[in-house]
């Protein structure tokens, strides 16, 4: 065997290497599940790389490469696609072509990315609201926000809140002609965040009279305290979202000072004297049998409150909407939340749908055996259809 097909066998091996990512057993489409991995995982490396380097800040060199990604606001025969701004936050409006006597209904959405990347021009955020608009034949606002980790907590949260507030506008909503009784609000990851937070914060604004008629949440993250969850434990190197991520798009959401990540990564954040709020994500009283996974509980270790007196967004409602009182939460509007067997925010959502439900909200737990984070923005695969296609129908039936 010549030198050439030893270095070929070896590179080939490497090559197989850096591909192959263990998937579970019920995954339809395992070697495409890897490949979008692979790309992930690439980019991750290089921006990581460029951080070490100083060249760049991690989500930044992250949020370049999803950005070569982005659609213009391009319209067709179902869809009529525009950019404008609302309360001076950009936004893209999809109106349906069809003719329609009477008024429609809108879905006002916002997109995922750890509060750090993507936007409403991303292609999978931009053909998900072209096929809502057509499918539903209703009117899509999907806003975009000021990103981390330029800009972190509150402004996010305001800019999206802002953007809604304007939209649910007497004169806005008949321009549009959207039907204010039937008006929706809905987000994936870090979009189901705001959705949920905002949500919130609409039920006690004396300047807002319409009402939302539904909150739909897909794989949301809703809690900044307790980074020790059986999701996080049994996903934690899923490469898709693994811990390490998303405890640092948390702490980046806050601040760029690593110290935070780092407490976040011990669950050794949370001071003392707000311990009296760990009653509100304690996974032990609040998960289904079948979802604590043959886990044990351990109370987190508390940390100092130098954190805290430096951030205090960590532990704000509106940041971590599961910190809601149950008389806030009776409030909400009849609510969907899609959660995903293979994803560390799993058990955020179902901790979600078990204090909505003894409120009083009527709640819609539709949960994917083999789904993961991000399945829905990877339309090509089975998976995501199936999570659309359900997502699609609950919207249907109850917007």
């Keep these: 065997m ?84 609302f309360d ?129 949440l897909i794989y949301p993250a809703l809690q900044t305290l307790d980074m020790d969850l059986p999701s996080y434990r049994d996903n934690a190197l899923f490469q898709i979202l693994p811990k390490s991520l998303m405890v640092r798009f948390w702490s980046e959401y806050f601040t760029t000072d690593r110290s935070l990540e780092k407490a976040m990564l011990s669950n050794q954040h949370v001071p003392v004297e707000s311990s009296h709020l760990f009653k509100f994500v304690n996974w032990s009283s609040l998960l289904p049998e079948i979802f604590k996974k043959g886990h044990f509980y351990r109370s987190p270790t508390h940390g100092t409150s130098e954190l805290f007196k430096k951030y205090p967004g960590f532990l704000d409602v509106r940041a971590a909407p599961l910190l809601a009182e149950d008389n806030k939460l009776h409030s909400l509007p009849v609510t969907y939340v899609m959660t995903c067997e293979y994803d560390v925010l799993r058990d955020d959502g179902i901790m979600f749908v078990t204090r909505l439900r003894k409120a009083g909200v009527r709640v819609t737990h539709c949960h994917f055996e083999n789904g993961f984070h991000g399945a829905m923005s990877i339309p090509e695969l089975k998976i995501g259809s199936e999570i659309e296609n359900q997502y699609l129908s609950w919207l249907n039936e109850n917007l």
């Excluded at 060249?55 to 869809?79: C, E, G």
């Design 88 to 216: 001076n936050v950009p936004v893209r409006v999809y109106i349906p072509n069809q003719k329609s006597e009477a008024l429609r209904r809108g879905l006002f959405y916002i997109h995922g990315g750890g509060w750090a990347l993507g936007s409403a021009a991303f292609y999978t955020y931009d053909l998900l609201s072209r096929r809502t608009a057509n499918r539903l034949d209703a009117v899509v606002i999907s806003t975009n926000y000021r990103l981390a980790p330029k800009y972190h907590f509150p402004n996010q949260f305001e800019d999206v809140y802002n953007s809604l507030k304007w939209f649910l506008r007497q004169d806005v909503l008949k321009k549009y002609g959207v039907d204010p009784k039937r008006i929706g609000i809905s987000g994936d990851s870090a979009g189901g965040n705001l959705a949920a937070a905002v949500s919130q914060q609409l039920i006690d604004d004396p300047d807002v009279k319409i009402k939302l008629k539904t909150q739909s």
């Design 2 to 85: 010549g030198r050439k097909t030893i270095l070929l066998l070896i590179l080939g091996i490497l090559g197989a290497y850096y591909v192959y990512t263990p998937v579970p057993d019920n995954f339809e489409e395992p070697w495409k599940l890897m490949w979008v991995t692979t790309q992930l995982k690439t980019v991750g490396y290089l921006a990581l790389f460029a951080e070490l380097l100083g060249i760049n800040h991690f989500m930044s060199t992250y949020r370049f490469f999803a950005s070569l990604q982005d659609v213009p606001p391009t319209s067709d025969k179902n869809v009529t696609v525009m950019e404008t701004t």
